[in-house]
């Protein structure tokens, strides 16, 4: 008997000191405590469907499966969590004294919601906390919905960890997931419950490997989810920050180091930047800047002055090399990504030879659709207009291009217009053109319109058409036979082209000498860069009848750039000593 008693008296004793340690290691006071302090502190009713749970490395409370209601008047809730862990010293749990001044809270989702009456779930009035919170988050997100306007903002995969100041003001300091990148935020805001009132100062910053932005200023929800103050954003690559925003561009060259400072003014999904900066590589411009979110395809809005400006830049790559047009995609089907009203004034436009002239340049860019002008404005009788447009929807896309110019001088345009480096003169020249096609060469093989050009004191560079008329006579020549210095001065020059399936007919070409005048007739291959030309030269003095200089015209063919020049006599080209014979016999040639 003595044995059984001692037996019965140790299981007492282990019933005993099991129920204590039940009752001292048992966290569930815990969620008292928290639905506590929550009802206090915040006014709300805090659920924890997943119980209370003791963990020991470190020693904390877990809370599972928590959430907190959004408020009386609002379904919902304003935060659900998986898990918020409570950091307790060894006093705090045997005392259940937990402070709640520091929690973790493991994917979770804080709803900040506008009801149709305009009341915001975060609105807490009467309750402040009593002391601040240290807070870490972890794979959680934030929702944004007004249901005044249907706008909504989600920011995914944050881990970070931040504070809760008993003045009500809130910061942030980890990474996010934008757009599929992982982005470094920081964030600071002074007055929760300000920002729906008179607006609260918040600071924001946001990096990425697509670029950065920052912001200093003031957030407010009152009427519409905004935005005011001092803003930059920038990007080493707008190609790649484009396609972050989500903007469907094709592959091609783009823009390095570009950036916008200004004072910003959001209101909705429509960003303002006033009195901005604008970095585009070299380019440097000022102005207002405008990105409107609010329909389906993205519009940009921009009036814009620059001390400078060079066009180069802004025009496609044509893919050119080695003198051969391009056969690299001009990526016309990345119009259809964004819409644009973007106008340039500057007191020095450079492009090509043509540099530092008045030039006001604007884009509208509609439905894919782009339309382009250039107003080049060199003197107060001279002026150049120059309308494009590009149409992406037909396939192949669609080009086209006018050009209007008075009193302009052919060297600071030509080139890069046209290709046309040789000639020089002022004077008037329109075009009207239009391709189709996805690339340069495309395009060029598809070209048609007219063209016409008409210049006094104009001088054909690198060409002696006297010398080489009179070469011509006695030799096949195979190119100009120019140098840098030779040329042919003419008093004026006048010519029109029609252009059909990239091959351009020469209706007439009159270049007027004092005693020689020379037309021709004929085509160009725009597209093979080859020609095929015959041309006749007259000469006489002052006051006397024109004569011909020789009984034939002048044959004109093969590469623009070297092209065989002989007289148009049956069968020079197969016995040339004959050719030239018989040329001998039809009349006295000057020089021979």
Known sequence: MRGLHIWAGAAIILLVVGLAGWLILSPGWAVSLAQEQVRQQLGRTLDVRGGAHLEFSPLAIRLDEVSIAAGDDFDGTFLTAKSVRIPVSVGQFLTRSAELSRIIVEEAEFAFVIDDRGRPSWNFPGNTASLPLDIEIDRSSFRYFDMRNNQALVLGGVTARGTAGADGGVT????????????????????????????????????????????????????????????????????????????????????????????????????????????????????DVVFDFRNAVPKLQAALAAPSFRLEPFLPASGAKDGEWGTANLGFQSLRAFDAEVTVETDALTYGALSAVPARLGASLAGGKLSASVAILPGPAANLILNASIDPAPQPATVSFDVKAEGIEAAQVLPDL??????????????????????????????????????????????????????????????????????????????????????????????????????AAGEADLLRRAIDLRAEAKGGAAGEEARPLFPVGILINGSWDAPRIYPDVPGLLQNPARGFEDLKAMTAVPGN
């Open 172 to 287: 942030l300091n980890g990474t996010a997931e934008i757009a599929g990148r992982l982005a470094r935020i920081e964030a600071s805001l002074k007055s929760l419950a300000r920002v729906h009132a008179d607006g609260s100062p918040f600071d924001l910053a946001i990096e990425t490997a697509e670029g950065a932005a920052s912001f200093n200023g003031r957030l407010s929800t009152a009427k519409v989810l905004s935005l005011a103050g001092a803003a930059t954003a920038s990007s080493p690559d707008l190609r790649s920050a484009a396609r972050w925003m989500g903007l469907k561009i094709e592959d091609g060259t783009s823009f390095k180091q570009v950036s916008i400072a200004g004072v910003l003014d959001s209101a909705g999904r429509a960003v303002a930047f006033r009195n901005a900066t604008v970095v585009l590589d070299a380019a440097a411009l000022a102005g």
């Open 418 to 519: 046209l290709g046309i480096d040789w000639l020089s003169g002022t004077g008037s020249f329109t075009a009207s053109l239009a391709g189709a096609g996805q690339t340069q060469q495309e395009l060029i093989g598809t070209l048609k319109g007219t063209a016409t050009v008409s210049l006094a004191d104009a001088t054909l560079k690198r060409f002696d058409l006297a010398a080489i008329l009179g070469s011509a006579g006695t030799r096949i020549l195979d190119g100009w036979q120019g140098t840098a210095e030779a040329g042919t001065a003419a008093s004026a020059l006048t010519a029109d082209l029609t252009v059909a399936d990239g091959i351009a007919a020469l209706g007439s070409f009159t270049l007027v000498q004092p005693d020689l005048t020379i037309t």
